[in-house]
């Protein structure tokens, strides 16, 4: 038989926190002994809020100097995305900072590193014209493991390209569907003695004829004067929507004590929920 | 409850200054609330605090026209905001390798006193480091409720929770701080 100061418990115990215990802790009231680690940390949290104010980002220095264009006279509240954007985080800025302080020999690899890069990327876009882009598109062909294919998507086929069989019939080879083995007359010659068609007479049933240039200038389909809208994607990319709307993580508030709209959170999910 | 005066009696008119877009208006507001929303920030684990408050006064200048109630319910709006932007860097931070931490990332704001700016530097990096230790939840709660001074239901709000949830995460949360700082002996 055990003395009873032989056991130890295996387990600290845990004082017992009533609501009232908690709101002192919460308020900052003083609290029993036993809680005094508690109120200890709830001190340090609440310190943790008391410095001075964090060096604001540039655009909201801005605003803190300057206020907002709205101030003279615009309806309040009208305050766009712009008049707020911050381009210049305090990382970037420390890049920019660093990249100012390398060496000119350095700087000049940069820049021809840089250059290299654009031209590589406007070949791949197909944005240059027609003789540096195939030089280009050589050369990535020669140098890295991708294709163009004639249509200069990278990883296209190209016509002498091998099929998915591996046996050489890519799209030049026989279609096994029969498609391109009949051959107009027009284009052989039998019809009129020279091989090929004119080209000057397109039936009006062939596909994209609405879209055809006619010979009368003024006759043309419409053209739409405002440019479309480009991104600087290449050619051939989706251009991602442009929302004007709020940003999702700022949530709507009416009157008092009414709560505002509660966009798509998502709350961290614990196992101490 | 503390922590609720912090523009003197005068939150209406800065509300208006503010929503004017007066630089007076918004810099009163920045000057009340920025501290207390770093501080949040900070303890929570943000990659960068610093940039994160910025962002947050931003939307919040933004979208001010749209709010309505008294100095209470700006508060907690306002960390409703920081809680999601919060949720946002989250979010980022598991689509990319975080960062390397830059030389000023863990700054002493310079004071007058370099030694009091060390020690409270400390004593913020232990209670993180407890407050790491909390389950997400629980530390939400204990966070908005000693640091924001949000009342159980405007943290329910913030957090999109019911009150009877958010006291439970409260009492848990305390509960386990407990444990842990008499288990551990961490100084405080």
Not at chain 1, 25 to 44: I, K, M, N, Y
Not at chain 1, 215 to 224: E, I, L, T
Not at chain 2, 51 to 69: H, K, P, Q, Y
Request: glycine share 12%; aromatic share 4%; charged share 25%.
């Amino acid at each position: 038989m055990s003395d009873p100061g032989d056991h130890v418990p295996q387990m600290p115990a845990t004082p017992l926190l009533d609501d009232d215990t908690i709101d002192a802790l919460v308020e900052g009231r003083p609290v029993a002994d036993q809680h005094a680690s508690l109120a200890a940390f709830a001190c340090r949290v609440r310190a943790a809020g008391e410095g001075p104010p964090p060096p604001p980002a540039p655009a909201l220095a801005r605003l803190l100097r300057d206020g907002l264009p709205s101030a003279n006279g615009s309806r309040p509240g009208a305050i766009s995305a712009a008049d707020t954007a911050d381009h210049y985080p305090a990382r970037r800025r420390h890049l920019v900072a660093k990249a100012a302080g390398i060496g000119i020999a350095a700087k000049i690899g940069l820049g021809v590193t840089a250059a290299a890069a654009t031209v590589v990327g406007a070949g791949a876009g197909g944005l240059l014209p027609d003789r540096a882009d195939r030089m280009v598109r050589d050369a990535i062909e020669v140098v890295t493991p991708f294709g163009f294919g004639d249509d200069g998507v990278p990883g296209g086929r190209r016509s002498e390209d091998p099929g998915p069989d591996g046996t050489g019939s890519g799209t030049s080879g026989a279609d096994p569907d029969g498609f391109g083995e009949d051959v107009s007359s027009d284009a052989t010659g039998e019809s009129d003695g020279e091989p090929g068609v004119d080209g000057q007479d397109i039936a009006d049933e062939a596909p994209g004829a609405t879209n055809r240039p006619s010979d009368d200038p003024g006759s043309g389909p419409p053209v739409d004067p405002a440019p479309p809208v480009t991104t600087g994607g290449p050619p051939g990319f989706p251009t991602p929507p442009v929302t004007t709307g709020p940003p999702p993580d700022v949530p709507g508030r009416g009157a008092p004590g009414v709560p505002g709209t509660v966009g798509t959170s998502t709350t961290l999910a614990g196992s101490e929920g | 409850m503390p922590g609720h005066d912090r523009f003197d009696g005068e939150f209406d008119a800065v509300l208006a200054a503010a929503r004017a877009g007066e630089a007076r208006g918004v810099e009163r507001i920045f000057l009340a609330l920025s501290p207390v929303v770093e501080g949040y920030l900070r303890l929570q684990g943000a990659a960068e605090p610093q940039d994160l408050t910025s962002e947050v006064f931003l939307a919040m200048v933004r979208n001010i026209g749209s709010f309505e109630g008294d100095e209470a319910s700006f508060r907690s709006w306002v960390f409703t905001i920081a809680h999601r932007r919060l949720l946002d860097e989250r979010r980022r931070a598991t689509r990319r390798p975080a960062p390397a931490p830059l030389d000023e990332a863990y700054h002493h704001r310079a004071g007058d006193d370099v030694e009091r700016s060390a020690l409270d530097a400390v004593a913020t990096e232990q209670v993180r480091a407890l407050c790491e230790r909390l389950g997400p939840n629980q530390r939400d709660v204990l966070l908005l409720r000693l640091l924001g001074q949000l009342t159980v239901e405007e943290a329910a709000d913030v957090l999109d929770k019911s009150p009877g949830a958010v006291k439970a995460l409260q009492r848990r949360g305390f509960r386990a701080l407990a444990r842990l700082i008499e288990r551990e002996g961490v100084p405080l």
